[in-house]
């Protein structure tokens, strides 16, 4: 998440394929996520009711047990083993003899013969237990370990784990376990240690073929189903041992009918029905919303919410990560409804779940739960304003979670008291992650250059920072942008367009004329400015409240989309009263046309070309000597067919007849703007 926040303000750049080839990918990435293990065609889950009819054992199969089950079958025969180590009887042999013959040839008889007698009987015994390594003791003790097997020229006898002996411990015993009257000194000076070496070793080869034959003698089954025998009738609730034998039957069933052959049809299977629903996802947005269909922005948005759902289903059913109710499978109605409209999120939604319904258990009661859950958003966000919105829907979806699961519930199982309770946890769990919608929504703007409603509300509070220093440093401009901001938005819905969108551009598209308010009529006083300029300085300085204007917005971070119509409010026009002007002053001299032109570009929506039709006849209204229906009309035909003999509307998506419905707004509203006051009578008071 922080990564996108870093990267936010880049331009999310699409390559430039056609758009079709995005639901080919999409489908192809589904299908590869798509779980393979689909033979067994009952879903079942223990402590649920049984959907389906009676099912009836089609041959003998024996009943597996459970993991648990073998697990602690395993650990009881793994108490009963013992671990196998080869004496060497060389060792014994070899250190007796050295003994002996020291002692033989020791001089002056310092060690008694009692004392040897004593160590030899002793060593004899220790070699016959055992001498070990220490590293094969910790590991006896840590194993915890009672019993061994001692092999000993081919033939194994059982021993005690705790009889077994480091040297150093051997050394210890025979020190510290000495008759009564024998001299410990005596028996230090005899070199006890010189004759005690490790004669028990690990075997390792043994202990591992003996352990595994252990395990191999455990039963993997604890009985069989005969043919035909009745496993479980529709109602019935699934209890563990309906569900081990159901787990049997599915393991037989899967690894019977395997093969290239069947897992190449499923595959088959899988594409075409996944192809299929992509399809009519295709058809819809290119029969209803060929403007979304048409871009790969939208597109590439539209198809990563369909395509993220079904992944994390895929892996949440194939990894039995977590209940599929806890995933927030609404979120993304709620998205596409913030930015796009209710029709395609409702549309978009339906896809996906039917999409995630063949991978889930229980198809029907997710596919009922989830259409249900897309429906209360349609509603809930049909006129999103507010982000308090977004917390309401999250509410409402969870009752309707909850209400749905209860009365299908009631209605399968005819008890309440055999409700699963668990399942309003995991609704409770998804209505906390649908909270997040708030937060998403502000990152996909980010990321793919969006703005939504609740934006757009947001901007358009006059208290915000730069419309409030817009009204008190160029209150004219203010007052002209308020005027605009009216107009634009009136004429946007006349024509299809999105009215808020257009108010909101429309209120900041001037905020360049923040620096220099002076130079601009509507701010001017008693002097004015541009008397002390000369006409391309006073037409750099109008040009430049554009550039101004972006700099200040782009300081702010304000969307893209708000900057745009900073950029395209006077699109590639020029700033005709000072290009008129020096074009009269010198009638017959070559015009520099850069210097009076604005740097564009030319409105590209309709929103755009609404705000700059709009801005135009604002200003001009200002300048007319007196307001009839006439002048009014005049001058509204006048200024936009000019902007259309410019050439400023050939990239905007307007039609003549969204012309003709602008101007029809414009005239009405500026009529309600400069509609005559009458003169209120004074009263006449007697003498």
């Not at 006898?157 to 009889?163: K, L, P, S, V």
Request: neutral net charge; aromatic residues 12%; proline residues 4%.
């Amino acid at each position: 998440m922080l990564l996108i926040y870093i990267f936010a303000p880049m331009k999310v750049k699409l390559f430039n394929i056609n758009t079709s080839v995005f639901y080919i990918i999409a489908a192809v990435i589904i299908g590869c996520f798509f779980p393979r293990e689909g033979t067994f065609r009952y879903q079942f889950f223990e402590g649920k009711p049984w959907h389906y009819g009676l099912l009836t054992a089609p041959n003998d199969f024996p009943v597996y047990k459970t993991d648990g089950e073998i697990q602690t079958e395993k650990d009881s025969v793994l108490r009963l083993f013992e671990p196998y180590y080869r004496i060497d009887p060389t060792v014994e042999t070899a250190q007796v003899g050295k003994m002996r013959q020291d002692y033989a040839t020791a001089s002056g008889g310092k060690v008694p013969s009692s004392y040897m007698l004593y160590i030899e009987r002793e060593i004899i015994r220790l070699y016959q237990k055992g001498i070990v390594s220490p590293q094969d003791a910790e590991r006896l003790r840590k194993d915890g370990q009672e019993h061994i097997k001692l092999v000993e020229n081919n033939v194994s006898r059982t021993g005690n784990a705790e009889d077994l002996l480091t040297v150093r411990e051997a050394y210890e015993h025979i020190l510290n376990n000495s008759p009564q009257g024998m001299d410990r000194a005596v028996l230090q000076s005899s070199n006890v240690n010189n004759y005690l070496t490790e004669n028990a070793t690990y075997d390792k080869s043994t202990s591992d073929k003996v352990e595994e034959e252990m395990l191999n003698s455990i039963s993997v089954a604890n009985g069989m189903v005969q043919a035909g025998e009745r496993i479980v009738d529709r109602g019935e609730i699934v209890d563990a041992e309906i569900y081990n034998v159901l787990r049997s039957l599915k393991s037989i069933h899967e690894s019977r009918s395997g093969g290239a052959k069947v897992q190449s049809l499923q595959m088959i299977g899988v594409a075409l029905l996944i192809g299929g629903i992509i399809f009519c996802f295709w058809l819809f947005l290119w029969s209803f919303r060929p403007e979304i269909c048409r871009s790969r922005k939208h597109t590439i948005f539209l198809l990563l919410c369909i395509l993220t759902g079904c992944v994390l289903t895929e892996l949440c059913v194939s990894l039995s990560l977590f209940n599929v109710y806890i995933m927030p499978y609404a979120i993304v109605p709620i998205v596409v409804c913030t930015f796009f409209d209710s029709r395609t999120a409702l549309f978009t939604h339906l896809v996906m779940v039917l999409i995630c319904s063949i991978m889930v258990p229980f198809p029907h009661e997710f596919l009922l739960m989830q259409t249900l859950a897309g429906m209360v958003v349609n509603y809930v966000l049909v006129d999103l304003s507010e982000r308090s919105q977004l917390i309401r829907c999250a509410l409402y979806i969870f009752l309707s979670y909850a209400l749905c699961y209860t009365c299908l519930a009631v209605y399968q199982l005819g008890d309440f008291y055999k409700l699963n309770w668990v399942m309003y946890f995991y609704f409770a769990i998804n209505f906390v992650l649908l909270m997040f919608a708030y937060l998403l929504v502000y990152i996909l703007e980010k990321v793919f250059g969006y703005i939504s409603a609740i934006t757009l509300v947001e901007l358009s509070n006059i208290n915000n920072p730069i419309l409030k220093k817009l009204s008190e440093t160029a209150p004219g401009t203010f007052q002209h942008s308020l005027q605009v901001s009216i107009l634009a938005s009136e004429a946007a819905a006349g024509v299809g367009a999105n009215a808020a969108l257009a108010r909101t551009g429309a209120l900041y598209h001037d905020i360049g004329k923040i620096p220099n308010p002076a130079f601009f009529t509507e701010n001017r006083r008693a002097v004015n400015p541009h008397d002390q300029l000369t006409l391309e300085q006073s037409a750099r300085i109008i040009i430049n409240h554009v550039s101004e204007g972006i700099k200040i917005a782009e300081k702010a971070r304000l969307p893209e989309a708000i900057v745009s119509f900073i950029r395209t409010h006077h699109g590639s026009g020029k700033a005709k009263y000072f290009y008129n002007s020096y074009k009269n002053l010198h009638p017959d001299g070559e015009v520099d046309d850069a210097a009076f032109t604005y740097p564009g570009p030319d409105p590209f929506t309709k929103e755009m070309a609404v705000v700059m039709m709009a801005d135009s006849v604002e200003a001009a209204s200002r300048s007319l000597a007196e307001y009839t229906d006439e002048s009014i009309s005049r001058l509204v035909n006048k200024i936009i067919d000019g902007q259309i003999a410019d050439g400023l509307m050939k990239h905007s998506p307007l039609t003549f007849a969204d012309i003709e419905t602008g101007k029809r707004v414009f005239i009405d509203k500026l009529k309600t703007m400069y509609h005559t006051r009458i003169s209120y009578p004074e009263i006449i008071r007697k003498e």
